[in-house]
């Protein structure tokens, strides 16, 4: 399984950002899907997640300000984020996880940058 993310970019503080990433390869169904993030010297903690049937988790650091949804036919999920803030900047992942498979995928990675 592969995970291709895109979408990050470099944005002032209270402007917004969508990010993307395509799952393709032996995708295991239903799954988890979701976004971390890494700033640095930091740990890589959980931004949001969406199960298949569409349950979703947000930090609550980004609640009322990220949306994350997911297009089931295209393997793909989103990350809808408003209102950024500086300390929203790192290196965003995503994730796919199934409890029917013992692994874990990761994507490359994709660098958010919020300028005061």
């Known amino acids: 399984v592969q995970l291709q993310a895109s979408g990050g970019g470099l944005v002032q503080s209270g402007g917004s950002l969508r990010l993307s990433c395509a799952a393709s390869?032996?995708?295991?169904?239903?799954?988890?899907m979701g976004w971390y993030r890494q700033a640095p010297g930091k740990q890589r903690e959980a931004v949001a997640k969406?199960?298949?049937?569409?349950?979703?988790f947000l930090q609550d650091s980004v609640k009322g300000r990220f949306t994350i949804s997911r297009n089931n036919a295209k393997n793909t999920v989103y990350l809808q984020m408003n209102s950024l803030k500086p300390e929203d900047t790192a290196v965003y992942y995503c994730?796919?996880?199934?409890?029917?498979?013992?692994?874990?995928?990761w994507g490359q990675g994709t660098q958010v940058t919020v300028s005061s």
């Open positions: 994730n796919l996880n199934s409890k029917y498979s013992p692994n874990d995928y």
């Open positions: 390869g032996s995708i295991v169904s239903p799954n988890v």
């Open positions: 969406i199960t298949w049937d569409g349950e979703t």
